[in-house]
Structure formats: C-alpha cells, structure tokens
C-alpha cells in the first residue's frame, strides 16, 4: 500500500486549496439565470462571462501581434 499527500500550489507558491485563485477579470453573473448550451453548442450572446472572456483574449492576441 502507498499513501501520498499532494498539494496544489501556484507557481508563486500559494497553497490552490487553501488560498483559492482569484481570477484576472471579475465578471458579475447576472441576477436571471442563463441557460447553459449543451455539448457542441456555440455559448449564448447573452452570457456575459463568455463575452468578457473572448474580448480578454482578442485584446491578448492584438496586444501579442502588435509586439511580434
């Protein structure tokens, strides 16, 4: 029999578990609950996380192509 103990840890070496990992952008869910798409299914133009998170990451890539 082995026994192990892991820990998730960031690679500034706080504790995933305890400490919880704050997420770059903060996006308030709204207050009428959003269908979820099933499997395959683009995500709706009325979820708000989503729509912040494809404009993140197009800003990311143009910010990546103007400096490369």
Do not use: W
């Not at 082995?2 to 960031?10: A, E, F, Q, S, Y």
């Not at 400490?19 to 207050?31: L, Q, R, S, T, Y």
């Amino acid at each position: 029999m082995m026994i192990t103990v892991g820990r998730l840890r960031t690679l500034k070496d706080r504790d995933i578990l305890n400490d919880g990992i704050m997420p770059d952008a903060v996006v308030a869910m709204p207050e009428s609950p959003l269908l979820h798409p099933t499997h395959g299914e683009p995500a709706s133009h009325q979820d708000v996380q989503y729509l912040r998170a494809v404009e993140i990451l197009l800003k990311r890539q143009n910010d990546f192509e103007q400096n490369y």
